[in-house]
Structures are given as C-alpha cells and as structure tokens.
C-alpha cells in the first residue's frame, strides 16, 4: 500500500479503507494542489492493462492535469479546482474509444475533506 498512497491521504484510506481499494474502478486520490495522493489496486491492474498507459505520468506527487491532455485539461482543471476548494463532488459520463470498441465511463468526484477529493472511474456496463 505504501507506494500507492502518500503520508497525507493515509486518514482518507482510513475512513474508506478496503471498500475503494479493491474495486476493479480506477480510483486515485488528490490532495488540494491536484497532486495524485493514492492510486488503488484497480489502478495498478489498468496501469499494466492498457496499452500506451503512461505509469510516470500518473505517478504519486504528479499534478493529476499532466496526464489531461488537449481541450479537456483546462475543463477538467477548473472543475477539479473548484470541487477542491468548495467540497464539492459532481458525476459525469464519458467516452473512451478503446481500438476494438467503444467505452462509456462513469466519473465520480467525492470530496474528502481539506480540499482532498477521491476521482472514480468505472466502465458502464
């Protein structure tokens, strides 16, 4: 768990421990700089899956938005900052065309207190 997770979101995996942990989501925590403070294990398990993931570019420390590209980085950079300063959470779909087919996904922004959020991506089924 050590190298998934850093000193600073350690009360965060306290509180939701297990049940965010070992979901097959993608799940990764950032601390109120949008730094990646906790990746879970269904990170690691895309990490290794995906062909053309970049790990160090995701990696703990890591502003989150180095790995947003194009377009989206300035969306994405805004709703995030503002999840993170007023605790707010919001959901959205999206779509993630993988070469063989075409993939929804389902993404979930929970605050977790002292500006931290948690980010939840899941495959809509």
Known sequence: LH?????????????????????????YGL???LRIA???QGWMRAAQAV???????????RPVLDAVRG??????GHWLHESSVHQQGWEQ???C????????FWMKVIPVGD??????HALKQ
């Open 3 to 27: 190298e998934r997770i850093t000193p600073g979101f350690l009360d965060v995996f306290e509180r939701f421990g297990r049940d965010v942990d070992e979901l097959s989501d993608i799940v």
């Open 31 to 33: 601390d109120a700089s």
């Open 38 to 40: 906790y990746v879970n």
């Open 51 to 61: 062909p053309g993931f970049c790990p160090e570019e995701w990696s703990l420390g």
């Open 71 to 76: 377009p989206l980085r300035e969306l994405y």
């Open 93 to 95: 779909l999206y779509q």
């Open 97 to 104: 065309p993988a070469p063989d087919k075409q993939r929804t």
């Open 115 to 120: 500006g931290r959020l948690l980010v939840v």
